[in-house]
């Protein structure tokens, strides 16, 4: 079975709940896609807050994933 959600990466609770759900149904997770990211033009004319966006779903969106699963797949 696939599994698939909407989940804000960037909160590190949202994504602990819908791992848990998915723990919670299948015990555990043999794949994650973890392919959320956001993309802006003009690497040297963003603004501060495209700049904070891009990291928090590009790096610590990623990080959030990953490590809330890394103990279910293990």
Known sequence: PVIHRAV???DPIQVAKAVRHVAEQFRTIDVVVN??????????SLS???????????????????????????
Do not use: W, Y
């Not at 392919?35 to 040297?44: C, D, I, Q, S």
């Open 8 to 10: 804000d990466v960037t």
């Open 35 to 44: 392919n959320a990211g956001v993309h802006r033009k003009g690497t040297f």
């Open 48 to 74: 501060h807050a495209d700049l904070e966006l891009l990291f928090a779903v590009n790096v610590r969106g990623i990080f959030n994933v990953s490590r809330a699963v890394a103990s279910v797949m293990a």
